[in-house]
């Protein structure tokens, strides 16, 4: 199985960015999937979950904020990232919700 997140970069505050995560290896549109988060210095921070169904649930820091999908024709899973914040900034993960699995991460820089 692997995971590959891509779509990071450095974006002012308030702008927006859009990661994906490019799933091989398993059968995509069965697994609930979650973002996660690393802020320099910090813990893992849970992000946003979506079951195989597209219901989507989020971290109270990005309600409003963020967006999660998937193309289970595509075996990828986004995150879009609106109104960002330099608080937002950190390594964002994918992962199979259940699973340690994650992807290589990409990093999101957001600047005020």
């Known amino acids: 199985v692997q995971l590959v997140e891509s779509g990071g970069g450095l974006v002012q505050s308030g702008g927006s960015l859009r990661l994906s995560c490019a799933a091989s290896?398993?059968?995509?549109?069965?697994?609930?999937m979650r973002w996660a988060r690393q802020a320099p210095g910090k813990g893992l921070e849970w992000v946003s979950d979506i079951d195989s169904d597209g219901r989507t649930s989020y971290a109270d820091s990005v309600k409003g904020r963020f967006t999660a999908s998937r193309d289970n024709a595509k075996n990828t899973l986004y995150l879009q990232m609106n109104s960002l914040k330099p608080e937002d900034t950190a390594v964002y993960y994918c992962g199979i919700v259940g699973s340690s699995l994650r992807g290589q991460g990409t990093q999101v820089t957001v600047s005020s």
């Open positions: 290896g398993l059968i995509f549109s069965i697994f609930p």
